[in-house]
T-cell receptor, first 115, second 113 residues
Framework: DAGVTQSPTHLIKTRGQQVTLRCSPK?????VSWYQQALGQGPQFIFQ???????QRGNFPDRFSGHQFPNYSSELNVNALLLGDSALYLC??????????????FGAGTRLSVL | GDSVTQMEGPVTLSEEAFLTINCTYT??????LFWYVQYPGEGLQLLLK?????DKGSNKGFEATYRKETTSFHLEKGSVQVSDSAVYFC????????????FGQGTRLTINP
């Protein structure tokens, strides 16, 4: 059973560019959450997608946007990259509607470096 | 808003030593509490969880008890191994809505043989 998979593993961009990160959830999961983890810090919640809609959003600017597809996979888009966007971006999947199973499972992350 | 505070790291111990990593939280309502572990170059793995007061989560020799009166969820292990070296994150989620996770800053643990 494949877990949460993210691509690419590493990415280098320059300031002002745009980037798209991808996530495939664990089999049977319908909800995808995205987190940003700066070096030496805990992950910070960006947003969550369920039924192809953004269900909740953290304290991130509109430059951060996302999408969920009918197969539950998801993309995170960041526009007008800033140096401060350099971080590990983590995707987590879970199953909504079953409280006992609403545990978030994480992928290995995408390391984004903005130069 | 909700928040989690972990003890400052890094923590360095010898193999077979007793481990405690402190975690306290601030939340409205009655959150679920988690410990996640991150090994070098990997994502976060759920280590254990507790969903209500006085619950004890346990896994791989690690334990943590949900203490509502002290708003704490300290991680303990009686005898650590070199393979336990990693970064440990305490987290909470409320039981309503999206149940987003709120993390502490992490504690880096190094176990020397």
């Amino acid at each position: 059973d494949a877990g949460v998979t993210q691509s690419p593993t590493h990415l280098i961009k320059t300031r002002g560019q745009q980037v798209t990160l991808r996530c495939s959830p664990k089999s049977g999961h319908d909800t995808v959450s995205w987190y940003q983890q700066a070096l030496g810090q805990g992950p910070q919640f960006i947003f969550q997608y369920y039924e192809e809609e953004e269900r909740q959003r953290g304290n991130f600017p509109d430059r951060f946007s996302g999408h969920q597809f009918p197969n539950y996979s998801s993309e995170l888009n960041v526009n007008a990259l800033l140096l401060g966007d350099s971080a590990l971006y983590l995707c987590a999947s879970s199953q909504t509607g079953v409280v006992a199973k609403n545990i978030q499972y994480f992928g290995a992350g995408t390391r984004l470096s903005v130069l | 808003g909700d928040s989690v505070t972990q003890m400052e790291g890094p923590v360095t111990l010898s193999e077979e030593a007793f481990l405690t990593i402190n975690c306290t939280y601030t939340a409205t309502g009655y959150p679920s509490l988690f410990w996640y572990v991150q090994y070098p170059g990997e994502g976060l793995q759920l280590l254990l969880k507790a969903t209500k007061a006085d619950d004890k989560g346990s896994n791989k020799g690690f334990e943590a008890t949900y203490r509502k009166e002290t708003t704490s969820f300290h991680l303990e292990k009686g005898s650590v191994q070199v393979s336990d070296s990693a970064v440990y994150f305490c987290a909470l989620s409320d039981k309503q809505g999206a149940q987003k996770l709120v993390f502490g800053q992490g504690t880096r643990l190094t176990i020397n043989p």
